[in-house]
T-cell receptor, first 114, second 116 residues
Framework: AQSVTQLDSHVSVSEGTPVLLRCNYS??????LFWYVQHPNKGLQLLLK??????LVKGINGFEAEFKKSETSFHLTKPSAHMSDAAEYFC????????????FGQGTILTVHP | ETGVTQTPRHLVMGMTNKKSLKCEQH?????MYWYKQSAKKPLELMFV???????ENNSVPSRFSPECPNSSHLFLHLHTLQPEDSALYLC???????????????FGPGTRLLVL
């Protein structure tokens, strides 16, 4: 079985300050992990993915995430928030041996204040 | 967003209506998916198709009926829905599925469905 928990349902930051969105996962197998972003009235867009290569993964728009097996975490960070980063973010785990089987977290809504 | 398109973007229907949601992918992918996104709940996988063959039916009620006539098109036929079926329905596609769990899924913008 696999699951993913996003520890914060809402995160609020000021523009130009760092962003941290937390994600913990549970998987009986070596997982692949993803972060997706969803802007209002838009589909989900892939930010980055971890697939057992480098543990520090760089994505689009300055986001990155670090896979920490000992902590079963895959937190998303960005050094400096931009107004356009305001959206909902989903942490996703995929089981290595099954197809199309993505398990989504509940989502974290990021608000960026001017 | 031109990779995966969905129509209509918004749909209001009564419980006795029959309607269909359409998804089209322009990425040359072999796998397509339907997801349901309800308020305050994680995305739920509904159906998976690989090379036009259904490979996963995630305990979805029979009032939802998928159809995949070719690898580029996916439909979700709706009939006698309930108000609790109101949600955002997302379509996704990926290059392949078997042995390719790392395959990135590309999502459409979704159809916002309201059942009255």
């Amino acid at each position: 079985a696999q699951s993913v928990t996003q520890l914060d349902s809402h995160v609020s930051v000021s523009e130009g300050t760092p962003v941290l969105l937390r994600c913990n996962y549970s998987s009986s197998y070596s997982p692949s992990l993803f972060w997706y972003v969803q802007h209002p009235n838009k589909g989900l867009q892939l930010l980055l993915k971890y697939t057992s290569a480098a543990t520090l993964v760089k994505g689009i728009n300055g986001f990155e995430a670090e896979f920490k097996k000992s902590e079963t975490s895959f937190h998303l960070t960005k050094p400096s928030a931009h107004m356009s980063d305001a959206a909902e973010y989903f942490c996703v785990v995929s089981r290595l041996t099954s197809y199309g089987k993505l398990t989504f977290g509940q989502g974290t809504i990021l608000t960026v204040h001017p | 967003e031109t990779g995966v398109t969905q129509t209509p973007r918004h749909l209001v229907m009564g419980m006795t209506n029959k309607k269909s949601l359409k998804c089209e992918q322009h990425l040359g992918h072999n796998a397509m998916y339907w997801y349901k996104q309800s308020a305050k709940k994680p995305l739920e996988l509904m159906f998976v198709y690989s090379l036009e063959e259904r490979v996963e039916n995630n305990s979805v009620p029979s009032r939802f009926s998928p159809e995949c006539p070719n690898s580029s098109h996916l439909f979700l036929h709706l009939h006698t829905l309930q108000p609790e079926d109101s949600a955002l329905y997302l379509c996704a596609s990926s290059q392949g599925i078997a042995g390719a769990l790392q395959e990135t899924q590309y999502f459409g913008p979704g159809t916002r469905l309201l059942v009255l």
